[in-house]
């Protein structure tokens, strides 16, 4: 990623073990889904079972799926991410290792929550922001698909009518987000729903974000923030 130095993730930071302790117990408790996932591309979904302050020590139950677990072991860093209410939550598992059916891995010293707003989307008539990707049924079809709007949670694509519908519920490991010519990062989509938009055949396709990084999360929400305020400046100004 470029622009490191614009990044205040400071503003976003968890680092009080008690606060961390106190989330984590509410995560355990309310059996919350966290997801799982690596940058090979694995992911799983699991839940809390342990928290142990004294050993300094996390446990997961996991959702069975051997193939995505022995991936997901042999990364070089696995996050977890869950929600509670409006809040997600973000995390690194530190030295997970697995012991039975249970992943255990130490309790972070640091966690990241972002406030989750149902109003925070930006919609764009730039040309500029766009996904590249891979077409899931021709992957030698490299598209360069045009942002219509974003959020923490996802992003809505223009899929032009001569190109071939994608499959429902498909995934995409690896797409770059291109925001503008020195803001891009990579990160892993699932297909949530496709609408027809236009007499041309257009298509809107509306995809979840499933493995964002705790810095890619941050260049998203400054680049909502700054969009919504520019946004805001444009529909105040007097019009000649």
Sequence with gaps: MEQRDSIEPGNFRVQASSEILSLLRTLQ???TRISLSAPNGASLSG????VDPERGALSFDLASAQEQLQA???ADEVSAVAYLDQIRLQFELIDPVLINASLRCQIPSLMYRFQRRQTFRVQSNLSTPQVRMNHPLRPDLALSLRILDLSLGGVALLLPAEVEAFPL???LASVQVILARD????TSLRLQNARTIDDKGSIQLGWTFTQLDAEATLFLQRYIDQTQILSRSLRKRPTV
């Design 47 to 50: 839940s809390i079972n342990m």
């Design 169 to 171: 519920g498909c995934e």
């Design 183 to 186: 803001v891009r990062f990579k």
């Design 29 to 31: 408790q309310q059996n």
């Design 72 to 74: 997901l072991m042999s």
